[in-house]
């Protein structure tokens, strides 16, 4: 088991920024692709960004020039800095973690998971 800690979610409003952190074991971050999902009320799992050992990332289109990803191997922790943000950005942010992985957007390929962090954009 991977323990997947996230913290930094809140409300903000339109244009406001937020920074989500997601913490875990040190083995588990060193050998995984971790990745940030997303859930709306009434919607799918998305995809958010990801980031592999070394450093590779890729973003979703949607949040593409507004959010950024970034971890501290130093402190086992993953970032998702999230600037400019809009209503439709509202949603419970996942931390994941796929040991070994490359599948960076299926949600399945990851195999563990954090509790979720709610972020709510007011307009």
């Known amino acids: 088991q991977v323990p997947l800690v996230e913290s930094g979610g809140g409300l903000v409003q339109t244009g406001g920024s937020l920074k989500l952190s997601c913490t875990t074991s040190?083995?588990?971050?060193?050998?995984?692709?971790m990745g940030w999902f997303r859930r709306a009320p009434g919607k799918e799992r998305q995809f958010v960004a990801g980031i592999n050992w070394r450093d590779i990332r890729n973003i979703a289109d949607s949040v593409k020039g507004r959010f950024t990803i970034s971890r501290d191997g130093a402190k086992n922790t993953m970032y998702l800095q999230m600037n400019n943000l809009k209503p439709e950005d509202t949603a419970v942010y996942y931390c994941?973690?796929?040991?070994?992985?490359?599948?960076?957007?299926?949600?399945?390929?990851?195999?563990?998971w954090g509790q979720g962090t709610q972020v709510t954009v007011s307009s």
């Open positions: 994941a973690a796929q040991p070994g992985g490359s599948d960076y957007y299926t949600a399945d390929a990851y195999e563990f």
């Open positions: 040190g083995r588990a971050f060193i050998s995984s692709l």
